[in-house]
């Protein structure tokens, strides 16, 4: 079996299925591994599995983690959003956002540690991609979070997923396949794939290896300008997609699995909000179902790029609508407790230096 879960001499034991369980605990009954599986989906640690024989919750101790994932802070929001911080086995930090809505309750959650696309607005890619996160890490977020807000396996608190945190989902396309395998399977946490957004910088070859995959899950596209010279400045990933391809992909995948793909575009002031930028989003999303995503930029100190007015974002949107193009205006939540990705970990790192 491939060792997808091993993180600082150990292994999670979150993040495999049944049968993967009950191969690890040799002499042991099925019902056994059936058993720990369904205390890994409540959060519970070793300890509070009391229905399993207490020696073999201390063999299963020295070997494994139960949750790797660790709540270290979490900061909440004036609209009820929380942010977390997590710990990891091995001392590095990640971030998810938790944001309650009246049609279910959201978790943004990360893929790796750090990203290597270089995006020129955001936080996660400054000290550029430290490792890419294990399925069991991925899992375990959605796992601490549920538990932390009062849910359980029957009842959830955490009912949708986007994977929009720190890092590219498709820079780590094996271990984020495998995690969806485990938050959509039956017995699990059971989050359906209806209800999970996967968001990629436009890595054309895997947004196209996704759409052959089985998963049918909502491709969410970092766009952030319909003008190829404009989106290399901002997204070095252009240079070796460019747009052309792109839309391409983004039509292919529609096409194998009749989901409308959503395109995010970050307004930056005087940069991607442009009449002429308006145009040409409506001539790219012409006669194909698709929905762009608007958002004020997040702004991050690092980078020297200002977020538009309020009303200067309502203006770009009425273009867009006028032009045909389905659009509304994400809601920033979080922004006072530093949302963005990448921002509250950067923060901590550099108070503890």
């Given at each position: 079996m491939t060792d997808f879960n091993a993180v600082a001499g150990k292994t999670s034991l979150l993040g495999l299925s049944k049968d993967e369980i009950f191969s690890l605990i040799d002499?042991?009954?099925?019902?056994?591994?059936?058993?720990?599986?369904?205390?890994?989906?409540?959060g519970k640690d070793f300890s509070e599995m009391t229905s399993v024989r207490k020696d073999l919750r201390e063999k299963l101790s020295e070997t494994y983690y139960s949750n790797p994932v660790k709540i270290l802070e979490k900061f909440t929001g004036k609209s009820g959003t929380v942010k977390y911080l997590f710990r990891l086995p091995d001392d590095n930090l990640i971030e998810g956002?938790?944001?309650?809505?009246?049609?279910?309750?959201?978790?943004c959650l990360s893929t790796q540690i750090g990203c290597r696309m270089g995006c020129k607005f955001c936080a996660s890619g400054l000290d550029g991609l430290v490792r890419n996160l294990t399925p069991g890490?991925?899992?375990?977020?959605?796992?601490?979070?549920?538990?932390?807000?009062?849910g359980s396996v029957k009842d959830r608190a955490v009912t949708n997923l986007v994977l929009m945190g720190s890092g590219e989902p498709f820079d780590n396309y094996d271990n984020v396949l495998r995690f969806l395998d485990r938050v959509s399977e039956e017995g699990g946490i059971n989050i359906s794939e209806r209800n999970i957004s996967v968001s990629t910088s436009g890595l054309v070859n895997k947004i196209k290896d996704f759409a052959d995959s089985g998963h049918k899950v909502i491709l969410s596209i970092s766009f952030h300008a319909p003008f190829n010279e404009l989106r290399s400045s901002l997204m070095p990933v252009n240079n070796a997609y460019p747009i052309e391809k792109l839309m391409e992909a983004a039509r292919y995948y529609y096409s194998a699995t009749g989901r409308r793909v959503i395109f995010e575009y970050t307004l930056i002031k005087n940069e991607n909000d442009s009449d002429a930028?308006?145009?040409?989003?409506?001539?790219l999303t012409k006669g194909f179902p698709s929905h762009?995503?608007?958002?004020?930029?997040?702004?991050?100190?690092?980078h020297n790029h200002k977020a538009p007015t309020e009303n200067a974002t309502e203006e770009f949107l009425a273009k867009l609508t006028k032009l045909g193009v389905s659009a509304t205006i994400r809601k920033s939540l979080g922004n006072d407790i530093e949302g963005a990705c990448g921002q509250l970990r950067r923060r901590y790192l550099s108070d503890k230096r």
């Open positions: 002499g042991e009954k099925k019902f056994v591994a059936s058993n720990i599986y369904s205390f890994l989906m409540e956002v938790y944001m309650p809505h009246n049609y279910g309750n959201t978790l890490e991925m899992l375990g977020q959605v796992i601490a979070v549920n538990r932390d807000n009062g930028c308006a145009e040409e989003i409506a001539k762009v995503n608007l958002i004020r930029l997040n702004e991050v100190k690092e």
